[in-house]
């Protein structure tokens, strides 16, 4: 049985091959529309198959959480929590901002992270108490400890338009708190990048497990925190995320809490 980061890193190496190779050629006909403003195109199935099919040959008893399949997973001690091309509406459009996603979870403890960039060849990777790594060098959260110094990634709401009156008062807040805001569009990327320090912090409502599972791991073992809105640990369930350097972390943390304490007291 080979270990399941080489698994992994390969399954997320191939389905990006597969993406890259169709970057800028997909068609209207392989594109289709889940709900509004949610896509899902050819490559999305291609790759999440590509991924499932390489983790099932070595590990044919483990279960798979994948977005675009095998939701309906049951428990099992070793759970897979796959997203094969997160930003499919940068990946239309061409936008270059995209990523596959990768983790694994162990009796409800998630212990590898995998997040692979096809268009920078830049794979992200980490193991519960060994460090991450990118391209095989060991990297850190960043040492930035002033918030109006930092700089922030975020996502919008755009599935869950109910949050997004909240979300402008906490942008408008956040904006004149610190140094500038910045929206990729794949919070997977926002999240490796949170590990590697090319940003401080990250927060975003609403978001799937397959979205952030393996950018979790990472960021813990470059030395970083991660919580839901209310610092606690259930982002996997609420999908509400804050990530950061401890101390951006709790400032992040701290203005939320004071933000939406006002709007919601």
Not at 86 to 105: E, K, R, V, Y
Not at 107 to 128: K, M, Q, S, W
Not at 133 to 139: D, H, Q, R, S, V
Not at 245 to 250: A, E, S
Request: hydrophobic share 40%; with cysteine.
């Amino acid at each position: 049985m080979r270990e399941p980061l080489i698994v992994a890193m390969e399954a997320a190496q191939q389905a990006g091959n597969l993406i890259k190779e169709r970057v800028g050629s997909i068609s209207k006909e392989e594109i289709s529309q889940k709900s509004f403003s949610d896509f899902v195109t050819k490559v999305d199935l291609d790759s999440e198959k590509t991924i499932i099919t390489n983790i099932k040959k070595h590990f044919p008893n483990h279960q798979i959480m994948a977005e675009e399949s095998s939701k309906d997973y049951k428990k099992a001690d070793y759970l897979w929590i796959i997203d094969p091309l997160d930003g499919t509406t940068n990946f239309i459009h061409s936008f270059p901002f995209i990523a596959i996603s990768i983790a694994l979870m162990y009796r409800g403890e998630l212990i590898i992270g995998v997040i692979h960039d096809p268009l920078r060849n830049e794979t992200f990777y980490a193991e519960r108490g060994t460090g991450a790594f990118l391209n095989g060098k060991k990297i850190k959260v960043s040492s930035v400890k002033n918030p109006e110094s930092s700089l922030i990634a975020t996502g919008f709401p755009f599935r869950n338009k109910q949050y997004v009156g909240n979300y402008i008062k906490i942008f408008h807040q956040m904006l004149h708190s610190v140094n500038d805001l910045r929206r990729a569009g794949a919070a997977a990327i926002d999240l490796a990048y949170v590990a590697c320090g090319r940003v401080d912090g990250f927060f975003e409502y609403a978001l799937s497990p397959w979205d952030i599972a393996a950018g979790t791991v990472l960021i813990k073992e470059a030395g970083g925190v991660v919580s839901d809105f209310d610092g606690d640990s259930n982002y996997l369930l609420t999908g509400n995320i804050i990530a950061g350097n401890p101390t951006i972390h709790k400032f992040l943390s701290d203005k939320l809490k004071e933000i939406l304490g006002g709007i919601n007291g």
